[in-house]
């Protein structure tokens, strides 16, 4: 009883759209995530990847100086910033041509963080309990002079036309989140684009273990052989090379509508979605979903632990406590005084 008081005259909390995703693709991966504060120490490549190169891009819309001036030392091995350096050169090559839909929209503003109240859609009040957080990554006015939202992305994913990808991010409620959220903010957004980049899955060359080498008669190793590992300059224009070769297989850039209808859906799903976490809080049983520790695209990061019963008081091995679960917010609402 004592527990449902303190979480009734507590301040409001952040909800944000990575903490909803997260809550419905497991209740007891978001505990761990969002009540606990549990994060995996340091990030697997994928992350690291896109992080990067999603800050190379915020730096270019922002018109500072140089891209990787800042970031420069942001990965530690020099293949993953070759990586990353041949992945933004690409996406800089695609979009500076101008044959390409929606390739130079207008800037108009970048990294737009909001804090919104959670409004009930039938009552039209606010919820006391959560407030709704986020960052956009990019304000943009396109040709016919119409606002849009400007989203980044990077996966491993097939996002060929036609393919779920985009039957997946159309029913996605993050756009209709970040377009809420922007009009809150005064922008008259009528339309959203999404920008996405494969992650190339080119490997670093390794060179052959001596027992393993095979030599021609002149002397020369064969052709799938090599004598030294390839230096990161070699693979980042190995990679280069094969982006520039095949860019649709690498980026895409399309226009995806949200109606006022869709946005009242979202208002809709959200409040029914924040109910649910109010009463797993009340009760504090968080239920786990099978389904969700091995997913397509990767093995939930909470698999190893999830059955550990005191990992509210508990730090385990391989992980981290924040105080704050949405510290990529540079404030949040349960921050303020």
Known sequence: MEAVLELETQR???????????FRACHRRYQLRYEYGLRPEGDDLPRRVGTVFMRAVEVAANDEAEPFSEIED???????????????TGHVNRYSDPSILFADPEHVAAELEFDMPLINPETGKPTPVWRMGGKIDRIVRIDDGRLAVMEYKTTSMDF???????????LDPQ?????????????NIETVLYDVTRRPGLKPLKATPEENRKYKKDGTLYANQRDCDETPEEY???????????????????????????????????????????AAQRTGHFYRDPGACFEISRKCDYVAICQNHDLDVRTPDGFVRLEDPHSELSRSPSDEG
């Open 12 to 22: 409001a909390q952040t909800l944000t759209h990575s903490a909803t995703a997260c």
């Open 74 to 88: 942001a990965l530690e091995d020099p293949y993953e910033m070759a990586l990353v350096a041949a992945m933004y």
């Open 160 to 170: 060929a036309p036609g393919s779920d990808y985009w039957t997946k991010l159309h």
């Open 175 to 187: 756009l209709s989140i970040y377009v809420i959220a922007a009009r809150e903010l005064g922008y």
């Open 236 to 278: 980042a224009a190995r990679v280069a090379a094969d982006i520039a070769e095949r860019p649709d297989y690498y980026f895409a850039r399309i226009e995806i509508a949200r109606l006022d209808a869709d946005l009242d859906e979202c208002r809709r799903d959200i409040w029914a979605q924040q109910q649910e976490m109010r």
